[in-house]
């Protein structure tokens, strides 16, 4: 694990890249945790240079939106862990609505100045990103 999660939001994960397709769920934790549509603000999914996945950065009048991810195990938190890369950082977000806290990995490089939108990247990435995720073993 990355660091030690918050008591009470260790089982829940706010997604707002490529965790929040059931397809790429699926194939790295064999299953599809609950979803629930929610948004964080404060907070942009920037788009990252030559990559089709995007990083959540501050940014002070956005809104990102996503999913919330729930009754996430121990094991799946290290499997989502090794999926993504050493640039994310884990930390605790407010989603909306409601007000609850989620973990959600917070990227730490550069970025680009474009926002990443999941609407694009189902049409255009999706296939071959699960199709990747399919061949590569994060267990």
Do not use: N
């Amino acid at each position: 694990m990355r660091f030690e999660r918050e008591l009470g939001v260790a089982d829940s994960l706010f997604a707002y890249g490529t965790l929040q397709f059931p397809q790429v769920l699926i194939h790295l934790l064999e299953r599809c945790p609950a979803l629930e549509p929610v948004a964080v603000s404060g907070w942009r999914a920037a788009a990252l240079p030559g990559r089709v996945y995007p990083g959540l950065v501050p940014a002070t009048d956005s809104v990102t939106p996503g999913v919330l991810l729930t009754g996430l195990t121990a094991a799946e938190w290290r499997i989502l862990d090794a999926f993504e890369d050493d640039e994310y950082d884990l930390r605790t977000v407010e989603v909306h609505p409601g007000g609850r806290t989620a973990m959600t990995y917070v990227w730490t490089a550069p970025v680009s100045e474009q926002t990443w939108y999941s609407e694009e990247f189902a049409a255009a990435h999706l296939a071959a990103f699960v199709t990747r995720c399919a061949r590569s073993k994060y267990r």
